[in-house]
């Protein structure tokens, strides 16, 4: 059976730091490429940053600098490394593991930037 399961997420003040995982089993996650999305209340679902299963990373303007997606295949593990976080990064926070013909999701991870 697969599963994505995301932990990490909380609440932090602007400026602050959080570092998402995203632990996979049932699957060869290293023939898989790991993307992050987020949503926020009454908005779309927005990708952040992806990673390839060569490590090939993209991320979206919002965001470059400030975060880093990586991955640890002998962990099965995906990682979001958010730094420098800001109040307009508040959202829940969604793994995404596939390959093609394949998506696998995780439940989200909230998480919280406010003062």
């Known amino acids: 059976q697969v599963q994505v399961v995301e932990s990490g997420g909380g609440s932090v003040q602007p400026g602050g730091s959080l570092r998402l995982s995203c632990e996979t089993s049932?699957?060869?996650?290293?023939?898989?490429?790991v993307g992050w999305y987020r949503q926020a209340p009454g908005k779309q679902r927005d990708v952040v940053a992806t990673?390839?299963?060569?490590?090939?990373?993209w991320y979206d303007d919002s965001v470059k600098g400030r975060f880093t997606i990586s991955r640890d295949d002998a962990k099965n593990t995906g990682y979001l490394q958010m730094t420098n976080l800001e109040p307009e990064d508040t959202a829940v926070y969604y793994c995404?593991?596939?390959?093609?013909?394949?998506?696998?999701w995780g439940q989200g991870a909230q998480v919280t930037v406010s003062s």
């Open positions: 995404k593991v596939g390959r093609s013909g394949r998506e696998y």
């Open positions: 990673i390839s299963s060569w490590s090939n990373t």
């Open positions: 049932g699957i060869v996650f290293s023939d898989h490429y």
